[in-house]
């Protein structure tokens, strides 16, 4: 019996300095150390800008909006770039939904209270690709054609009365198997530039795919290729320790660089 207390009150001093220890002291010793030695990485690598706002951290990929910014690699995470919500697409590079994108009916409320809700038109699910690889040679000036049959069409084919593109209408004629619209850019798209990364929180694009939004950014803030080269060259991050990874240059620190650059 006496061995039993003695055991007892063994284990209770010893779960509670564990708990001291571990629970307590290591963690604030780390912290202490973090603050002292590493206080930029330990908050949370935030940057801030030129008025003192934080406006975001260099290790978050995040959405901007406006032609005069570089833009991020596409998100998965939540409904884009959700630091709460990191993740993928899990859809493999031979998925036909990742490559063709795909469409999903809607309903239009119905005519009389209680009766059944009328179809609406389809909207983008999942955009796709090819898709995107359209939006980006629009959106930075890189030629292109719209491939069927093996042999160009018309763009207007699948433009609205505006001219915009009709998206569901596209991604309908890339998911036609017998005859599968695709598109041939005048240039090779980086990657990065039509792919979420696993996380969908990537900061980084490839120097390359900067480059390609190098001109469209310069005609939008009116400055020259050379500045907006040279910010790039600024933002970007070799591989590390020399062999780890590819280069990329921080989308964040980039705009600000040159929001900071347009703003003397």
Known sequence: ??????????????????AIVLCGIYPVVIMLIGQLAFPHQANGSLIESRDRRIVGSELLGQNFSGAKYFQPRPSAAGLGYDAANSSGSNLGPT???????????????????????LPGPDVVDFDGIKLRVLGYCESNGISYELIQDGKPVDQKTFKTDKGEYDQ?????????DARPLTIRPGSL???????????????????????????????????????????????????????????????????????????H
């Open 1 to 18: 019996m006496k061995t039993i207390v003695k055991e007892t009150i063994t284990a209770i001093i010893a779960t509670l300095l564990f």
């Open 95 to 117: 998925s036909k939904k990742f490559i063709n994108g795909t469409t999903k009916p809607t309903a239009l409320p119905a005519k009389e209270a209680g009766g059944t809700p």
């Open 168 to 176: 569901v209408k596209l991604i309908t004629a890339f998911n036609d």
């Open 189 to 263: 798209i980086p990657g990065d530039a039509v792919t979420a990364s696993a996380s969908g929180l990537d900061p980084h694009i490839s120097p390359k795919n900067a480059l390609l939004q190098a001109a469209r950014v310069a005609k939008e803030r009116g400055i020259g290729m050379d500045a907006v080269s040279a910010e790039i060259h600024k933002a970007t991050a070799g591989a590390q320790f020399g062999i780890l990874g590819d280069s990329g240059v921080n989308v964040l620190k980039l705009n600000l660089a040159l929001d900071n650059l347009t703003a």
